[in-house]
Nanobody, 128 residues
């Protein structure tokens, strides 16, 4: 059974960094596109970043470009979201999601409807 488990969230000050991890169980991340999403209280879930199964391509939400970096460790079956220069607007629950797909990802991978398999999320709070 496919399962995703996020970790690495916590409390960070503005300008600080956090690295989120998404570990895959029951599937190989090399055969799946993996997305990172976030949802703040009272807001809709939005796509933050995604990476293709073969690592050929990535996509980012405009507001995180240059600050967030998605990467993958195929040996550990993990996907990471490095978040630098955090600001309070980044406060949200962060989720990873998976879809079996090897080909390069397009901007459509930032839509929640692109993915069918989701983790339970990890909370990120940015506050001074």
């Amino acid at each position: 059974q496919l399962q995703l488990v996020e970790s690495g969230g916590g409390l960070a000050q503005p300008g600080a960094s956090l690295r989120l991890s998404c570990e895959g169980y029951g599937f190989n991340v090399t055969n799946y596109a993996i997305g990172w999403f976030r949802q703040a209280p009272g807001k809709e879930r939005e796509g933050v970043s995604c990476i293709s199964g073969n690592d050929a391509s990535t996509q980012y939400l405009e507001s995180v470009k240059g600050r967030f970096t998605v990467s993958k460790d195929n040996v550990k079956n993990m996907v990471y979201l490095q978040m630098d220069n955090l600001n309070p607007e980044d406060t949200a629950t962060y989720f990873c999601a998976a879809r079996r797909r090897i080909s390069p990802v397009q901007p459509s991978c930032l839509l929640t409807t692109y993915f069918a398999n989701w983790g339970v999320g990890t909370q990120v709070t940015v506050s001074s």
